[in-house]
């Protein structure tokens, strides 16, 4: 919120520019109840840098072996299980939410300060569940401390090979869930916005930088201002009134 509050104040000459995920553009409104930015009149986009793929893991102490039975798991015995996040209203707690509620299950939130906190705490065992990037949760996939039942969208890590996508699996709409981006100060100049959105198109396109982008667990993806505001005010009007729904709150 510092961040955004610094980005929302700054001259509107495009020199002041933050790097943002869909929870700073989409979610925060709907979760913080006294949010000290408005995304959709205090910060203008500039473009898409790139999506984040996310991965379904588990405790392999946990007896499930994919998505269904995960979740058939949960209904057997509601409020056993329980997954852990980032941080209430971080990507993972959103998504998971919006995953559990799709499936029906009853399973327990547990919050952590940071992502590091929360995977040590699921590879230890005292959470059994976490929906994370895929580069967080790699180096635990490949020695076997954790058990990958899905990603989405599906990768090029040979550690992902034989995850399913949870689209497959009856769960669409998390093909590029999570995203980043770059944001500049509304009432930047067009002109502006267009040069800086071109110079990021370029950039994507550099073979060792989608190559670098791919080895940090991350997907190029660019489009132009126009697009990139339409999905944002369209993630909105989806993720808005379900975010409400579910009742997610920062504390």
Known sequence: ?????????????????????????????????????DPATDLVPVSPISVIPMALAV?????????????????????KLNYASSGNGSPPHVLFEMLRDQAG??????????????????????????????????????DHRLR??????????AAFA??????SQGFPGYESAVWLGLVATAGTPPAVIKRLNDEVGKALKDAAMQQAMVGHGALPYHATP???AHRIAA?????????????????
């Open 235 to 251: 993630e909105r009007g989806t993720w808005g009134p379900a975010i409400r729904r579910l009742g997610i709150q920062p504390n």
């Open 105 to 142: 299950a009853n399973i327990v939130h547990v919050p952590f300060k940071t992502g590091t906190d929360a995977l040590t705490s699921v590879v230890a065992g005292d959470v059994q569940i976490y929906l994370a990037g895929t580069s967080l949760v790699e180096p635990m996939v490949k």
């Open 59 to 79: 405790n392999p102490k946990l007896p499930a072996q994919s998505v269904a039975e995960l979740f058939a798991l949960a209904k057997q015995s509601p409020g």
């Open 1 to 37: 919120m510092v961040a955004m509050q610094q980005v929302k104040n700054a001259p509107k000459d495009g020199h002041t520019l933050a790097v943002v995920t869909n929870a700073h553009m989409v979610w925060n409104p709907y979760v913080f109840p006294k949010l000290s930015y």
């Open 226 to 228: 126009e697009a990139f």
């Open 148 to 157: 990958v039942l899905a990603v989405s969208p599906k990768v090029p890590a």
């Open 162 to 167: 034989g995850a399913p996508t949870l689209e």
